[in-house]
Antibody, heavy 127, light 111 residues
Framework: QITLKESGPTLVKPTQTLTLTCTFS??????????VGWIRQPPGKALEWLAL???????RYSPSLKSRLTITKDTSENQVVLTMTNMDPVDTGTYYC???????????????????WGNGTTVTVSS | QSALTQPASVSGSPGQSITISCTGT?????????VSWYQQHPGKAPKLMIF???KRPSGVSTRFSGSKSGNTASLTISGLQAEDEAHYYC???????????FGGGTQLTVL
C-alpha cells in the first residue's frame, strides 16, 4: 500500500524560504517509471503543479516558479524535499505530494498521472 | 488562470448523467493521450478517477468514464449519486517546456 505524508511549517514569513518534506512508503523512488510530484492549492482555488522528481534524479519544474523551487530526494530515507524561496502571501495554501507515474524515452521525459496523494499540509505566509 | 479550461459548475439530479469538458490546445491534450481526472471533496486530497484519457484505476466505479476528441477531454458520470458531489479537475502532460497543466476545476452539484 502506497502512502505519502507531507510535513513542514504551518506559518512562514514573507521573503523566507519554505522547506516541505514528503515521507512515503510502499514504493521505492529508485524504481523505473516512478516519480514524486508536488502540487499546491490556494484556499478556494484550483490545483497547481509545482515540481516532479524522477527515479533517476531528473527534475522538472513549473515554468512560472522554476527560479524559486528546488526538489530533491533521499532514496534511502524515502523522502522528497521541496524548497521554495522568497515566500509571499499569495503562496498561502495546501501543499500536496503525490506518487506519480512517469516515463523516459530516448531522453524525452513524460508525465502520465498522479495515482496516490498525501493528505496535504497547510502553509500560511504572513508577517 | 489555468492552462486547461473547465466549466466552473455543472449539476444533475440523482440517476442522471453529466459530462464535464476540459479544453486545452494542440500542445497538451491534443498532442498526448495522458489526460487524467481527479475528484476532490471539501477538505480532502484529490483522488485519481481516470488516467490516460479513459482508463479507470482499480476501485473506481464504472459510472465514471473518460474520452477525448481533438483538444478537448471529457469526464462523464452516469447514474449520479449524492456522493459524486465534489470538485473535479482535469490534468495533462504538456510537453517538455510547460510539462504538467491542470484545469481550473468544476464543481459538481447533485440536486
Amino acid at each position: 500500500q502506497i502512502t505519502l505524508k507531507e510535513s513542514g511549517p504551518t506559518l512562514v514569513k514573507p521573503t523566507q524560504t519554505l522547506t516541505l518534506t514528503c515521507t512515503f512508503s510502499g514504493f521505492s523512488l529508485s524504481t523505473s517509471g516512478v516519480g514524486v510530484g508536488w502540487i499546491r492549492q490556494p484556499p478556494g482555488k484550483a490545483l497547481e503543479w509545482l515540481a516532479l522528481i524522477y527515479w533517476n534524479d531528473d527534475k522538472r519544474y513549473s515554468p512560472s516558479l522554476k527560479s524559486r523551487l528546488t526538489i530533491t530526494k533521499d532514496t534511502s530515507e524515502n523522502q522528497v524535499v521541496l524548497t521554495m524561496t522568497n515566500m509571499d502571501p499569495v503562496d498561502t495554501g495546501t501543499y500536496y505530494c503525490a506518487h506519480s507515474i512517469v516515463a523516459v524515452a530516448r531522453d524525452y521525459y513524460y508525465f502520465y498521472y498522479m495515482d496516490v496523494w498525501g493528505n496535504g499540509t497547510t502553509v500560511t505566509v504572513s508577517s | 488562470q489555468s492552462a486547461l479550461t473547465q466549466p466552473a459548475s455543472v449539476s444533475g439530479s440523482p440517476g442522471q448523467s453529466i459530462t464535464i469538458s476540459c479544453t486545452g490546445t494542440s500542445s497538451d491534450i491534443g498532442n498526448y493521450n495522458v489526460v487524467s481526472w481527479y475528484q476532490q471533496h471539501p477538505g480532502k486530497a484529490p483522488k485519481l478517477m481516470i488516467f490516460e484519457v479513459s482508463k479507470r484505476p482499480s476501485g473506481v466505479s464504472t459510472r465514471f468514464s473518460g474520452s477525448k476528441s481533438g483538444n478537448t477531454a471529457s469526464l462523464t458520470i452516469s447514474g449520479l449519486q449524492a456522493e459524486d458531489e465534489a470538485h473535479y479537475y482535469c490534468c495533462s502532460y504538456a510537453g517538455s517546456s510547460t510539462f504538467v497543466v491542470f484545469g481550473g476545476g468544476t464543481q459538481l452539484t447533485v440536486l
